[in-house]
């Protein structure tokens, strides 16, 4: 068992770089989007649409990453690197298989989807455009999923990070050619994505490659493999859906409320989410440590990173809360810099401050059990979580209440029953063993 100085490092070295390859997504998407808004209202609209269909599709396929990581880290706990890595290869060709099924659905699907948000023309056409040809690199998107996994299971979060430098990097420089250098527009957005998305993947398989042949891994897909692969992530799938659930939950209920309300949610879910991104390179750094740990056979050390990372998880809650609350007034006024808005939205996000080490001990708790490959719990907790948040949402709506008010009781809804909801389906579960002898 390494002593708390070391484990200490250990975390370190594994989240720091985690959180540079998720801070690295959204900035350059961010870009992207800023290239895209001077072109026109219509072709920003077109991709907020096509953005909207893609992020939720691929949100949903995050469990490549996420089952990949444990099954590979078990192995390499044990020692048998060369396991480790043909699992974890294993697992990017179910991801490759998987992207080409969507793909090939999502091109012929592709008006019927822009159809249901109901655009006009215009607005279609540069969507349609987008997503359809966004489609052909949704292959690549979640191959680059299952390479991530593989590496952070091989406790390398350092390799993904610099790829997804490089790529998104790459990705804005050669957008700004295809959209104003070679005037492409909408459509050279998405290509200069697609490549980039690709290129990304070659840079995986190249170091992957020499990983298999130094171990002497096979490259080729293996059944059992990729069957093991699938089945923990279908149970992860599950659990992600649940998360969808609730969040189109609350932004059913902030429609309903009113404009005002659903505007004032958007600027605290994004204040949420940014302040997700530290916690989720914590959640990831658990889940290297857990699967290693377990891998090595030391139940000491698994409860170790689990102390470590949950006491590091509610300080640093506690840290962004005290952040969020003495920026509550003025978060509004970035947003729209209206003095109206950041009135409107300070109660929402001071029960979000509060919240805040509720939800970093959720996700680090996550982490944990995703370490420990207990996907099945997951899932059904998923399920669980729900049952007393979706009636309090429908509650709500029927109160409809307005004001500043609707919006700090939709936020205490979500950050207050939802997350107690899964601290303490997670907090069971941690208290007893049965999580820790999960297969991988």
Partial sequence: MTDRRTLNRDILRLAVPALGSLVAEPVFLAIDAAMIGHLGVEELAGLGIASAVLTTVVGLMVFLAYSTTPAVARRFGRGNTRGAVSVGIDSMWLALGIGAVLAVAGI????????????????????EAYLGISMWGLPAMLVVFAATGLLRGLQDTVIPLWIAGVGFTANALLNGLLIYGLGWGVAGSAIGTVVVQWGMVAAYVVVIGRLARRHRASVRPQREGVRGSARSGGWLFLRTVSL???TLGTVWVATSLGTDELAGWQVVFTIFNTAAFALDALAIAAQALIGKALGEGDPRQVRAVLGRTALWGVWCGVAFGVVVAALSGVVGLVFTGDAAVAAFVQPALLVLALSQPLGAFVFVLDGVLMGANDARYLALAGGLNLLPFLPVLVLLAQLAPTGPGALAWLAAAYYGVYMLARA???????RGRAWMEQRA
């Fill in 108 to 127: 012929l699907a592709t008006p019927l989807l822009v159809a249901a948000f109901s655009p006009t023309d215009a607005v279609a056409a540069h969507a």
């Fill in 244 to 246: 969808r659930v609730a």
């Fill in 424 to 430: 303490v389906t997670l907090g069971a579960r941690i």
